[in-house]
Nanobody, 120 residues
């Protein structure tokens, strides 16, 4: 599946952004969709994931602030990010996989990434 992430930008601390990831193909509803992020000099970090059945999981650093959702009719997964902090600054990637896992190794299709910058 091909993925196109969008919605990144520059926001002040405490603000909000909503990322979108549009997918091609007719089988979007069968995929687990995940969001990951990577800051310069740091490893890729799990942010959130949603299974085909709607189960969700969140990384500890974003739990309670971020919400992942999907619209299968639009082949799109969203990441609503609230109460943003400077440490949320990173390139955010969406990815498609088969199972709800936190490891990026379980995801086989990746979008191009969208930059999120949170100023203090």
């Amino acid at each position: 599946v091909q993925l196109q992430a969008s919605g990144g930008g520059l926001v002040q601390a405490g603000g909000s952004l909503r990322l979108s990831c549009a997918a091609s193909g007719r089988t979007f509803s069968t995929y687990t969709m995940g969001w990951f992020r990577q800051a310069p000099g740091k490893e890729r970090e799990f942010v959130a994931a949603i299974s085909s059945a709607g189960s969700t999981d969140y990384g500890d650093s974003v739990k309670g602030r971020f919400t992942i959702s999907r619209d299968n009719a639009k082949n799109t997964v969203y990441l609503q990010m609230n109460s943003l902090k400077p440490e949320d600054t990173a390139v955010y990637y969406c990815a498609a996989g088969a199972v709800l896992r936190r490891s990026w190794r379980n995801y086989y299709d990746w979008g191009q990434g969208t930059q999120v910058t949170v100023s203090s």
